[in-house]
């Protein structure tokens, strides 16, 4: 499945559009790795653990969206857009959101 950014595909000829199609992922992080990314922040550098969460969370909103087109029949998505989120709920725990939606289409081979 081809899954593009751009509302068109160079070279490719749109010959249907089959509707909006999404996927969301909402992944705990826990409050070990809510602590060492606190220690990060305040000393510099990146989070790993928060990294591979986040990449985790994008592959199954991608996915999920990805799955959805092909319900529809569907070989490609165009006009992707992922949206990132982090939603408190509590002192000590946070959850990372990732939502991906785009237009779900038919193209020529």
């Given at each position: 499945?081809?899954?593009?950014?751009?509302?068109?595909i160079e070279g490719k000829r749109i010959t249907q559009y089959l509707?909006?199609?999404?996927g969301e992922a909402i992944l705990g992080a826990n409050i070990f790795k809510d602590l060492?990314?606190?220690i990060r922040d305040i000393v510099g550098g990146r989070s790993a653990a928060y990294?591979?969460?986040l990449r985790k969370a994008k592959d199954i909103a991608i996915q999920e969206m990805v799955n959805e087109a092909k319900?529809?029949?569907g070989n490609a998505v165009i006009g992707v857009d992922l949206d990132y989120e982090t939603i408190s709920s509590g002192a000590s725990t946070n959850m990372l959101m990732v939502s991906a939606n785009g237009t779900a289409v038919v193209i020529e081979n």
């Amino acid at each position: 499945m081809l899954i593009v950014t751009t509302p068109n595909i160079e070279g490719k000829r749109i010959t249907q559009y089959l509707g909006l199609v999404s996927g969301e992922a909402i992944l705990g992080a826990n409050i070990f790795k809510d602590l060492f990314a606190g220690i990060r922040d305040i000393v510099g550098g990146r989070s790993a653990a928060y990294e591979k969460e986040l990449r985790k969370a994008k592959d199954i909103a991608i996915q999920e969206m990805v799955n959805e087109a092909k319900a529809l029949g569907g070989n490609a998505v165009i006009g992707v857009d992922l949206d990132y989120e982090t939603i408190s709920s509590g002192a000590s725990t946070n959850m990372l959101m990732v939502s991906a939606n785009g237009t779900a289409v038919v193209i020529e081979n």
